[in-house]
DNA sequence: GTCTATAGCCAGATAGAC
DNA sequence: GTCTATCTGGCTATAGAC
């Protein structure tokens, strides 16, 4: 059974904190804003969510736990690696074009706070054991040219995320509006993992 | 002739802002964290610099400056294009592990401050018409694989810039101290222009 | 639970001595 | 030009009425 989702006061001020949050970081975020936004009382922010820290913690979690698993199926998935890069593209880009800036607003936090990333990954480390041996096959096999596990995973993952964290950079070289940026980023669903695919097949 | 870089006041000031201001971003940098880093007292940034936000200017033009070039030479360079590439591959991660915190803030401060961006490129509109053009005709004579000039701008700028952007996230993910990373960045000067050509030739 | 008013702190900026 | 001391404003957080 699934859990009906009632607008509460907690889950208003959450997607109210997470909006601002996510588009200006910790520091430059005002909990006058996050009032506003959930059109409620500064009081209240502190009423449910105790202070600013707890409040940003709460935001931060679900945005770690939203991209993880997203990331972990590059990893951890069953089919081929073809499938994998295609299935990850698709996916990926249709969710991130609705949450533009989490990816940015994840990386961020970690830059600033280093000791995040080892709490976030002491509990629960992923492991690219099955990808690495995913490649191995496959460059033995001969289906792809020689390639580092790791190299393949960095150039997936920035070939997906970067467009979107750096966003404003792209649209000022490229002197794109949001629409063009947005057709650019619809197109990318095939075109970054043909792209791939034709980097590493033989 | 050139200039000698003398170590005055106003430089000091502005090299210890730099490490501030590129780690932590304007909203989370306090004066007193630069004061310290130049070894001065705080009275003194305000007597050279009036204030942070000008402070801030300064940092943010300077790096975007630097920046800026690199990426012109993608679009504006005379050589070929699998030239082109391995150069701006080479060049640009070679440069950026010297400064891994430059395109993050770049990016950072340019999504929170969406007029920047306006003001920054309607001085010196970039042009990628002659980019076009050259993948246009290298297409047509069988060099490489039809692919949108913007499409492969914004993957050059992907592999090469993301890294180190993303740079927590990767560490995380693949469990990489500061020295395991290093040394898959210094494999990426070829990796990273290799894997490109081979998606896009024939 | 919800609001208004305010306490308390912190950081940017300045006054003024040297 | 350089420092110490201090002002001022803004922001988080809480007290307390309803």
Redesign the interface.
Known sequence: MITKEHSTPESNILNAAKGIFH??????TRMQEIADEAGINKAMLHYYYRSKQLLFEAVFKSAFSTLAPQ?NEI?NADNSLFDKIRNFTQNYISFIVKHP?L??F???E???N?EF?EK??SEK??N?DKFRKQIENDVKDGLI?P??A??L???I???N???F????????????DDDDFLK?MH??KT??SN??I???KI
Do not use: D, S, T
């Open positions: 588009r200006k970081g910790m520091a430059a990331l990893i800036y990816p940015n994840i990386i961020q970690l830059n600033r280093p990333v976030l990954f480390m992923p690219i040219k390639i580092k790791e190299q995973f960095i150039n993952l920035a070939l995320v970067f467009p964290v750096g966003a404003p950079l792209i649209k000022g070289f490229l002197n794109l650019l197109e990318r075109e970054v792209f791939i034709n980097a590493i």
